[in-house]
């Protein structure tokens, strides 16, 4: 849902303010009730709300922790240790 920024041009007052883009604007300002409370031009921010893929899918992803499973342990393929080095020449492609 949209967020627009109003200005009473009588009193100064600034809000925020959520509406419908279908909803008509707001013309009495809140604070001294005057006619002049107005539509500001200002950059577009807005408001998800629910379950949607943000909180589903992104919202945790910087604190996500890799664990392993039982069934993942037990797959992992144990390989066996490296051959000793004084078996090999210096300088070899094994090590």
Same mark, same amino acid.
Request: hydrophobic share 30%.
């Given at each position: 849902?949209?967020?627009? #920024?109003?200005?009473? /041009? @009588? +009193? &100064?007052?600034? =809000?925020?303010?959520?509406?419908?883009? /279908?909803? @008509?604007?707001?013309?009495? +300002?809140?604070?001294? =009730? =005057?006619?002049? *409370? /107005?539509? %500001?031009?200002?950059?577009?921010?807005? %408001?998800?709300? &629910? /379950?949607?893929?943000?909180?589903? #899918? *992104?919202?945790? @992803? &910087?604190?996500?922790? %890799?664990?392993? @499973?039982?069934? #993942?342990?037990?797959?992992?393929?144990?390989?066996?240790?490296?051959?000793?080095?004084?078996?090999?020449?210096?300088?070899?492609?094994?090590?």
């Amino acid at each position: 849902m949209p967020i627009y #920024d109003y200005q009473c /041009s @009588s +009193c &100064g007052h600034k =809000a925020e303010v959520m509406r419908k883009i /279908s909803a @008509s604007n707001v013309e009495a +300002c809140p604070k001294c =009730a =005057a006619e002049t *409370f /107005s539509k %500001q031009l200002s950059a577009p921010s807005f %408001q998800l709300n &629910g /379950s949607g893929w943000y909180a589903t #899918d *992104f919202k945790n @992803s &910087g604190n996500k922790v %890799q664990t392993t @499973s039982a069934k #993942d342990e037990a797959t992992t393929e144990k390989k066996p240790d490296a051959a000793p080095a004084a078996a090999c020449n210096p300088g070899c492609a094994c090590h």
